[in-house]
């Protein structure tokens, strides 16, 4: 067997969904009012969008790929906006 | 009025029935153009270009996507209009009037039980005076029913946990259809009935012959006593809660800094789940009712708060 | 399907056959978001109408082992993916490692979870089982649990069908058609690292939320 | 007919059980699709009897409604929404595209096994005691008011569910990947395009519908409701997740008849399809918008007056691209050298029933009639115009089409048009009348029903008895053309795809020599008959 040592780019982005999930942590404890949401969804994108980009090796591969990994998002979208929307606007 | 002018027009028995006709009429009408045009040329085509038939079909002239873009458009421009025809009058449907009056519906499997505010009640009836708004509040005490009156080109969903409110109003007296539009079990079909509508001195006279023993708002005086209300609402109560003479109709602060207003859906969500809106001022005590008052019992305490609207607190 | 061919007939060549399965895997993933798509709709629905009792509900949650987990399920995602990254490379011996190291790390997920779900129960926590919510936000905070349990449920299954495929390519690699493996393995670690994702989401909607009031 | 036709690759039950060849699992789709036919089509009957007259007669008011239910469930996830995509589609596509199997054959096979798993629950639930909820399942009647066999019935449906994905993820990876060389997208036949925009929303909508299934499954077992009001949840959040998957599904529904249609008009006209571009884009417009209107369900639920605005408008712009279809195909029409063949008779009757089915989804679409029109016959009528008069008119259509090419044999012509005009009569009585009954306010799953209302229900019920021998037909000259008709040559109506370049029945692996597509699809004129496209 050769020797093998994992790539940088993998090593780099598990440190920093470790600092991440820290730092998601630390934050919900802070009082944001409003924020808190933001802050915790915002960073799950962030951390979302490493593991699609390095671990999933979506920063490789070509616009079909991409699309397709895409298309659940933008329909959940849709599901999440026009199905709120009932809910949101009721009186 | 013009619309008599249109072939087989019947006048409705209200207003908006007559609306909705006319707007059947002009979908029935577009419709209908596009029919016939479509299969004019389907016809036409068929005979002319049937296999055998030594006609010319040399290469053909023009564009293919002037065709394409006139046909897209012309269907747009065509779906607009009845898109902005219907939801101005679906608009209308939901506009309230001030002067209307109040009946309860509570719909259950397989019945509608019709409250009005004088106590007398009916099943599977509803008896209202002409010319004259009413703004049914409904509830169901299980799965959801559809309250529909065919001949005012109007129905609404009764979705339990809620109440939901239709505003109707009759021009020529007679007897209507009631159906449950909703599917709800074993007996949906037979959940029907009808709606009277009378002559104002025909109703009049209705309402006494039932002489109902008590009003709705004194039957739920009666149950705010006895479920304890009055222990922590009632005037000079050692409880501190807000009280409830003057407030229907009225804007209510709550503890998240919002305000709503004090209307039926409120008064029955505060009864339910007092928690989940909590005045401002007061502390969250009040135990929740949700389980423990009928629908029936609920619209009578909700009657009787408002019927404390012009009390002084 | 001829035999000793290293691909099925359909395919014109190993690559054409190994960017299909890989292709195949995002649609089923597009899938897969989706299902967790009308959950997460309740969710923000329910935390719309009820917004104070989710927060109290959430409180009620195990942040120690929800924080634990995550952690737990990134590495377990890092390890994956560095025994494709080591496969690639031909070091076989390593590659089965990590998968075992991956797939230990997801029981262990699923063992937490377990813990979990007993302290729920002892704390009167499951709808339908167990559950009394004391206060005047026990129907929003029941909606929020009968949210909670779905979803972690929903996404242990996942996680027990992941750990099983790591399982077995473990025990495959070596042994079988060299080229088969890679793909196969390539397609399954694509899935566990949805599993992560999906877990990233669900720890913002089920642990953070009311943590600072 | 020709030794190596993949029916003669093996005769034994293993061969055809455990065969991963697309050919025989849509054979293997077809004998399951018209057995649920059938049994839906039974059900039919039943309600059409019942309601012959406005009291009960025949059966009870419990009995009633499950009949209904069961009609609605069988029809829609275990006739509709496999009928072209999984019989058709499975056999024709990689014929079409050149391809020598789907790409993920197992998977396919797999796909039939969970669809038979999931109808065996959904039929025992219906023999055990039927299902009561109609095929909606609106809560909270289906979770804690029904007493009927809901639990199996949403499992059936459940396993179901996933037999749609797995075949639509087939497809599209399949359309993507499997194409043969030089066929580029817009040299794909519309059929295709129509299927790839179907598969697209069999992949993202069902899955919708499984994590709802399982809310429902949730609500029943533990009496804990995630839609139950007692606790604050929101019955209408389950109409938003339903209609979510439902309404797309109706496109799932008409797409690939769509589809099939393409390819009979084209070849029936001898003439390329008009406006190719639009019409393939169409498919996908439809699917894609197809996602945005699912509230015009919903416009006297209660939901809010924004939302109903919204979902509205969205509704009358979905209909633009259908509209285009059908501008289209007539257009396609015109210059044309036409042939009027029993599939032609098929197409040209979608036509017609298709645009007055669209025509009257625009009352619903538009808001205050809706309000009087939903939950009527108006409804019935306008979506079994759709998935009836459209729906099962192009997959007859295409079956005579495609039917040398699967079974290598030809049917009687004269008994083909003579069922297609049958259908197309006895479909109009039945359900024509249907509208008047809505427009007039008859609610729909009514048992029984004033009787001011008879005699409509009277014209339909006999139009229902037409049609039940029109759908007869078709299995007697079609089966016995099985065993009796005249060998199919390789190219029967003289057609320039792919699937007609190889033999009829194809060989185990579709074509000898893989193709190689030099030119646009629909090379109907002289000019080309004398160069095939296989060169």
């Known amino acids: 067997m050769e020797r093998w040592r994992p790539s940088t780019p993998l090593v780099a982005s598990w440190l920093g969904l470790l600092a991440l999930l820290a730092l998601t942590v630390t934050l919900a404890y802070q009082p944001f009012g409003a924020f808190n949401a933001v802050a915790a969804l915002g960073i799950g994108v962030i951390k979302a969008l490493i593991v699609a980009a390095v671990f999933m090796e979506l920063r490789h591969r070509g616009p079909r790929t991409l699309i397709f990994a895409a298309a659940g998002l933008f329909w959940l979208a849709i599901l999440l906006w026009l199905g709120s929307m009932d809910f949101l606007t009721r009186t | 009025m013009w619309r008599a002018w249109i072939p087989f027009w019947h006048a409705g028995v209200s207003p908006y029935s007559g609306d909705v006709d006319l707007l059947f009429t002009g979908l029935l009408f577009a419709s209908a153009l596009v029919l016939a045009l479509l299969f004019f040329l389907l016809a036409l085509f068929c005979v002319r270009y049937r296999a055998g038939n030594h006609i010319d079909r040399a290469a053909r002239g023009g564009k293919s996507w002037h065709w394409e873009v006139s046909w897209t458009a012309a269907s747009l421009v065509a779906f607009l209009g009845l898109f902005i025809w219907g939801a101005n009058l679906f608009l209308d449907a939901y506009r309230s009037h001030a002067d209307e009056l109040s009946v309860f519906v509570v719909a259950k499997q397989w019945m509608w039980k019709v409250q009005h505010p004088g106590g007398q009640s009916e099943i599977n009836a509803l008896h209202i005076p002409v010319h004259h708004p009413i703004r049914l509040i409904m509830a169901s005490q299980d799965v959801i029913h559809s309250f529909f009156i065919p001949a005012l080109r109007l129905k609404h969903d009764v979705v339990p946990g809620r109440y939901q409110d239709l505003e109707i109003e009759v021009d020529t007296p007679g007897h209507y259809h009631l159906f449950c539009a909703e599917y709800c079990g074993t007996e949906h079909s037979g959940m029907t009935g009808e709606v009277v509508a009378m002559e104002q001195a025909d109703y009049a006279a209705w309402l006494s012959q039932q002489s109902p023993s008590s009003s709705l708002a004194q039957e739920g005086g009666a149950l705010f006593r006895q479920f304890g209300c009055s222990g922590c609402h009632g005037l000079g109560s050692k409880v501190r809660a807000p009280p409830l003479e003057g407030l229907y109709g009225k804007q209510v602060a709550l503890s998240d800094g919002t305000t709503v207003v004090a209307d039926d859906k409120y008064l029955r969500d505060a009864i339910l789940l007092p928690r989940s809106q909590i005045a401002a001022g007061y502390a969250p005590v009040m135990p929740p009712f949700e389980g423990k008052v009928s629908e029936d019992q609920l619209l009578r305490l909700v009657v009787y708060i408002k019927s404390l609207a012009g009390h002084q607190p | 399907m001829p035999d000793g061919a290293p691909f099925a007939p359909q395919f014109a060549s190993v690559q054409h056959r190994d960017e299909t399965a890989e292709f195949g895997m995002w649609v089923f993933i597009a899938t897969e978001v989706l299902l967790f798509g009308g959950l997460v709709l309740s969710y923000f629905v329910y935390r719309h109408a009820y917004p104070q009792a989710f927060m109290a509900a959430s409180r009620h949650t195990d942040i120690l082992i929800g924080t634990a987990n995550t952690a737990i399920l990134l590495t377990s995602s890092f390890l994956v993916a560095c025994a494709v990254e080591a496969l690639s490379m031909r070091a076989h011996t390593t590659s089965r490692a990590l998968l075992i190291g991956a797939a230990i790390l997801g029981l262990l997920f699923i063992t937490l979870k377990g813990f979990e779900y007993a302290d729920e129960y002892r704390e009167h926590l499951i709808p339908g089982i167990n559950f009394a919510f004391d206060g005047p936000l026990a129907n929003g905070a029941e909606l929020f649990f009968i949210f909670y349990f779905i979803a972690t449920a929903l996404h242990a299954v996942h996680m027990l069908v992941g750990i099983g495929l790591l399982g077995t390519f473990a025990a495959r690699i070596g042994n079988a058609e060299e080229s088969r493996i890679r793909t196969a393995l390539h397609s399954a670690a694509l899935y566990w690292h949805f599993v992560d994702v999906v877990w990233i989401f669900l720890f913002a909607l089920i642990y953070l939320p009311g943590r600072s009031s | 007919m020709n030794e190596d036709s993949y029916l003669n690759a093996g005769y034994t039950l293993r061969s055809w059980f455990f065969t991963s060849d697309h050919k025989r699992i849509a054979i293997l789709y077809f004998a399951s699709l018209i057995f649920f036919f059938f049994i839906g089509g039974a059900a039919a009957t039943a309600i059409r009897i019942e309601l012959a007259t406005p009291q009960a007669d025949l059966v009870s008011s419990d009995m009633y409604n499950r009949l209904f239910t069961m009609h609605g469930i069988i029809m829609v996830w275990f006739f509709l929404i496999p009928s072209v995509p999984n019989t058709l589609g499975n056999f024709i596509v990689p014929l079409m595209i050149g391809a020598r199997d789907l790409a993920f054959p197992r998977l396919n096979l797999l796909s039939w096994y969970l669809f038979m798993l999931g109808g065996s629950v959904t039929l025992f639930a219906i023999a055990a005691g039927g299902v009561d909820t109609g095929w909606t399942f609106y809560a909270p009647f289906s979770t804690l008011y029904s007493n009927s066999y809901v639990m199996a019935a949403v499992i059936g449906i459940f396993i179901a569910g996933f037999s749609s994905i797995l075949t639509g993820l087939n497809f599209i990876v399949t359309i993507h990947r499997l194409r043969a060389p030089g066929l580029t997208w817009y040299r794909l036949p519309l059929f295709i395009w129509s299927l790839y925009a179907t598969s697209v929303i069999l992949v993202l909508a069902t899955p919708i519908l499984a994590i709802t299934l399982i809310l429902i499954a949730i609500e029943r077992c533990f009496g804990v409701g995630i839609f139950d009001p007692k606790i604050g949840g929101d019955p209408l959040l389950f109409q938003h997740l339903f209609w979510f998957y439902s309404h797309p599904a109706v496109y799932i529904m008409i797409l690939p008849g769509m589809g099939v249609v393409n390819e009979l008009i084209s070849c029936f006209s001898r003439k390329e399809v008009f406006g190719y571009k639009f019409v393939a884009w169409a498919s996908l417009a439809i699917a894609a918008l197809g996602f945005l209107v699912w509230g015009h369900h919903m416009f006297v639920s209660g939901q809010s007056l924004l939302a109903s605005l919204v979902f509205s408008f969205m509704s009358f712009i979905v209909a633009v691209p259908s509209a285009i279809k059908v501008f289209n195909w007539t257009a396609t029409?015109?210059?044309?050298?036409?042939?009027?063949?029993?599939?032609?008779?098929?197409?040209?009757?979608?036509?017609?029933?298709?645009?007055?089915?669209?025509?009257?989804?625009?009352?619903?679409?538009?808001?205050?009639?809706?309000?009087?029109?939903?939950?009527?016959?108006?409804?019935?009528?306008?979506?079994?115009?759709?998935?009836?008069?459209?729906?099962?008119?192009?997959?007859?259509?295409?079956?005579?089409?495609?039917?040398?090419?699967?079974?290598?044999?030809?049917?009687?012509?004269?008994?083909?048009?003579?069922?297609?005009?049958?259908?197309?009569?006895?479909?109009?009585?039945?359900?024509?009348?249907?509208?008047?009954?809505?427009?007039?306010?008859?609610?729909?799953?009514?048992?029984?029903?004033?009787?001011?209302?008879?005699?409509?229900?009277?014209?339909?019920?006999?139009?229902?008895?037409?049609?039940?021998?029109?759908?007869?037909?078709?299995?007697?000259?079609?089966?016995?053309?099985?065993?009796?008709?005249?060998?199919?040559?390789?190219?029967?109506?003289?057609?320039?795809?792919?699937?007609?370049?190889?033999?009829?029945?194809p060989p185990e692996f579709n074509f000898a020599v893989q193709p190689v597509v030099t030119r646009a699809p629909y090379q109907y004129s002289e000019a080309f008959k004398a160069e095939p496209q296989n060169a």
């Not at chain 4, 295409?398 to 048009?417: D, N």
């Not at chain 4, 809505?438 to 339909?460: C, D, I, T």
């Not at chain 4, 078709?474 to 060998?487: D, E, T, V």
Request: aromatic share 20%.
């Open chain 4, 333 to 505: 029409l015109h210059k044309g050298s036409i042939r009027f063949d029993a599939p032609m008779l098929y197409a040209l009757a979608f036509i017609g029933l298709f645009t007055i089915g669209g025509l009257t989804g625009l009352f619903l679409a538009c808001l205050a009639y809706d309000v009087h029109a939903t939950d009527t016959y108006f409804v019935v009528a306008h979506f079994h115009y759709i998935m009836v008069g459209g729906m099962v008119t192009a997959y007859f259509g295409g079956l005579h089409y495609w039917w040398p090419k699967i079974t290598g044999r030809l049917y009687s012509e004269g008994w083909a048009r003579a069922a297609a005009i049958l259908i197309f009569f006895g479909f109009n009585l039945t359900f024509f009348p249907q509208f008047i009954l809505g427009a007039e306010g008859m609610p729909r799953r009514y048992h029984v029903y004033p009787p001011e209302f008879q005699v409509w229900n009277v014209l339909s019920s006999g139009g229902a008895s037409i049609l039940a021998v029109a759908y007869l037909l078709p299995l007697f000259y079609l089966g016995y053309s099985l065993f009796f008709g005249a060998r199919a040559p390789a190219n029967p109506w003289d057609a320039p795809g792919l699937e007609w370049q190889t033999s009829s029945p």
